[in-house]
């Protein structure tokens, strides 16, 4: 009893906050992404290879919906767009290697211009092996063709 009772005044700590930063370039598309046109705004599903350097170095499997609204027309100026998505990364961050599920959301200017704006926040959901434990958030920025965003943000890791 007595042990028991001593367990209940230890504390449990998450590490302390890391800064984390780098690139991903989209490497491929998973399949061919589908369009559906819905009150003449057109969502598109699909899916894309990634790859990652910087504080996150490895590949990553991205499946994703967007929407283009109805008032942008592909290579004009004032057309936007949003898109949220799901991506797997497998690889290493701060020494550790796992997989990590970053949910995330975008959105920019129309898409398939060159060079178009595109902003968004990410969010670290959960992991496996050494990354099992690791949770942060921060933002992405970039542009939209070619398709290369820059991350940034904190990180941490929950205790086990």
């Known amino acids: 009893m007595l042990a028991l009772l001593s367990t209940l005044s230890m504390s449990v700590h998450a590490t302390p906050p890391i800064y ?20 003449g705004n ?28 109805k008032n942008s027309v592909p290579f004009s100026p004032g057309g936007a767009w949003i898109a949220w998505g799901e991506a ?5 961050v701060d020494g550790k290697y796992g997989t990590v599920v970053w949910r995330w959301v975008c959105k920019g200017e129309v898409f398939i211009t060159p ?24 933002i992405l920025s970039g542009t939209n063709w070619p398709p290369e965003l820059d991350y940034s943000g904190w990180i941490h890791f929950e205790p086990a």
Do not use: K
Not at 49 to 69: H, K, L, N, P
Not at 88 to 92: A, N
């Open 115 to 138: 060079g178009s704006a595109t902003t968004g926040h990410w969010v670290l959901q959960s992991g496996t092996g050494e990354l099992a434990n690791l949770r942060g958030q921060g």
């Open 42 to 69: 057109c969502i598109y599903v699909g899916g894309a290879y990634e790859a990652y350097t910087g504080s996150f170095t490895g590949t990553c499997v991205d499946y994703w919906r967007m929407i283009v609204y």
């Open 88 to 92: 797997t990364f497998t690889g290493y």
């Open 20 to 39: 984390v930063e780098g690139t991903l370039v989209e490497t491929g598309f998973v399949g061919l992404p589908t369009v559906t046109v819905v009150d």
